[in-house]
């Protein structure tokens, strides 16, 4: 990879694309678990819209749009995902109401009301899950549905050298209640709340560790690589000593 003229942050960038872009998914979570989750979502018609916000190459965007007749559009800020997700949407012969848009979710080219459910997995973090409850919750009709995914604290607390991991990557991780409470507080009826079953993790991590085989063989000797690497195995080898204390929650909401 010729990096000279690239700034580090976009030279990270790529590195990151080029570990995810081979994957249906670039977070934890599967067909399945997205299914269950649209099974809370009352009364979408072919005339409804979902935005799905950090959609990355959209495996979750297919399956909502495999099994809904609605509009959808997929936004992430990364130009590769985007053309990706495009692509998918193309071969499963969704591209008629399937597509994806290069967009911040800080600043959402969107219409006030225009959606009948949002939905975002593995990305909320991204602006922070209370943040983004309240300011996406302007882009839903009267009634509309969001449904998130946030890593979530089981327990009130925890071992120190969990805490303080999450703490410094993601101040934001709270317990299951305190989200609830966000929900309500930003003007949506806690529709569901779910754990995600821990394989969602496990499934997610064997796949890294098998790509970072071939990935460290591929830029071998690049210091930035073995960094990169060697925080994903860290954050994965945390996983399976401290499960019983965090994990990934569905958060489903309706606008009231
Ligand atoms: N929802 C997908 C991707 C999750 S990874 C899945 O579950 O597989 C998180 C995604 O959020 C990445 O694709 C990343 O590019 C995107 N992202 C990060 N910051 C963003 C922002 N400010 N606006 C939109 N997308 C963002």
Redesign the pocket.
Known sequence: MNNEKQTIHEFDLNIIYDF?SK???????SPEETLKALGFIDGLTEKSKIA??????????MVLGENTSCEIIG????HD?INQFNQNAQIKNLQDRVKGIV????NLPFQEGEFDLIW????IY??GFERGLNEWRKFLKQGGYIAV?ENTWFTEERPAEIQEFWQKIYPEIDTIPNKVAQMQKAGYLPVATYVLPETIWTDYYTWQTLRRESFLKKYSGNNTIEEFVASMRYEAELFYKYKAYYGYMFYIGKKI
Do not use: K, L, Y
Request: hydrophobic share 25%; charged share 20%; aromatic share 8%.
């Open positions: 995810f994957t249906e998914r670039q977070g934890p979570g799905d916000i950090g959609c990355g190459t959209g495996g979750q965007t936004v992430d800020t990364w995902f967009g911040n979710m800080e975002s997995e593995g990305a991204n602006i995914t």
